[in-house]
């Protein structure tokens, strides 16, 4: 079955599709057979309308509407060009997880999310039937509806031979992990990856850059440990998994509370003059994206070590900071630290993929998050439970027998 899935994650950085030949539905034995993927950028305008919608920012039902419908625009042109691109023009199912602009959150509880990129868009440009909606059914389960990557990366990890403990992780805006070990099984976000890095470099050249390009400004600071000692001392880190976060704690502003202070201060590897911005301290921005970026590898380290895992295999976008997988490196040490290349999925495509495998299970009637041992998901959900709804394409709806739940996952070439 040919599967397109389409993902934009929490940096707004673009709409991922990936195109896929699945199969083994009925057996529990599945196979992902890439066809190809690429991620398509939003048009100027739309990102900054969807950035702009973020939390803190106010927005009113008008602006979430017509995102919906812009967005899903958007997102049906990509997903029609990889079809033409990688499947000859011809597929099965589309499944859009959209743009996520609010996870509802209370402490360690989940109530719902919203997702935009109307479905409706892709299905009168595609013709295919879609499934869209992806998280919500988990939510309502009881689940955190977040990683979803937990049941591509345990299917993966279940799939390796010979069996050891090993984590995936996944770094776009909030970094997630899979854990399969003696230890305990476990998927669920450990916090910021990119996107306090990156709200930092955008507030300091008003949008100029909007990331820590190769990581140059974080190899030419110094981590400031009163910092970050600060930072660590965020509650999340120290809630019980299942748990999820997103950008409405990690927000734009969050490092206001810290009343820091980038204005004036010269920064190796900005190609534009900082401007004035309103924090006060004595660090330059090169030192607070250091700061950051230990964060971040110190957060997914303190994460992983009760599992006591051998092997972590890293994607996202973060994979291709130099700086933070050095640092990653040194704090997951003894662990060896890989990408998700060696399992056969791109590191930039996995999510894309994820999408289409979520998908296709949805199709055939398959939870899409698998339980643990006491029964509950992987999100915490009280039983897993078919993800998603599906949007009828142009020809009549036609499903197929429920399949079994799967067991393992083989990335074929």
Known sequence: MIVVGCISGTSVDGIDVAVADLAGADSGQLTLRPLGARTYSWSSSTRASLLALLPPSPTSA????????????????????????????????????????????????????????????????????????????DIAAGGQGAPLAGT???????????????????????????????????????????CLIDAAVSAATSGAQSYDAGGRLAASGHVDQVLLERLLAEPYYALPAPKSTGRELFRADYLAAFDLDVRGLEAPGLDTPLVPHGYSTREGLADLVATLTELTAVTVANALAPYDVTEVHA????????????????????????????????TDDKEGYLMALIGYLTWHGIPGVLAGADGRTLTGARTPRVLGRISPGDKPLRLPEPGVTPRSLRVVN
């Not at 090993?166 to 909030?174: Q, V, Y």
């Not at 996202?316 to 040194?330: F, I, K, T």
């Open 62 to 137: 008008a602006d979430v509407c017509r995102l919906d419908v812009l967005a899903g625009r958007e997102i049906a042109a990509a997903v029609q060009s990889a079809i033409d691109e990688f499947a000859s023009g011809s597929a099965d199912l589309v499944v859009s997880h959209g743009q996520t602009v609010f996870h509802w959150v209370e402490g360690d509880i989940a109530h719902g999310g919203l997702q935009l990129g109307q479905p409706a868009e892709i299905v009168e440009r595609t013709g295919l039937p879609v499934v869209s909606d992806i998280r919500s059914r």
């Open 315 to 346: 994607s996202g976008g973060g994979v291709r900071n130099p700086v933070l997988m050095d640092r990653l490196a040194v704090h997951l040490a003894p662990a060896r630290l890989a990408t998700s290349d060696e399992l056969g999925l791109p």
């Open 152 to 194: 591509l990366d345990t299917l993966l990890l279940h799939g390796i031979s010979p069996p050891a403990s090993r984590a995936l992780l996944n770094l776009g805006g909030i970094a997630n992990v899979t854990v399969a070990s003696p230890h305990g099984s476990a998927a669920f976000d450990t916090g910021p990856a990119n």
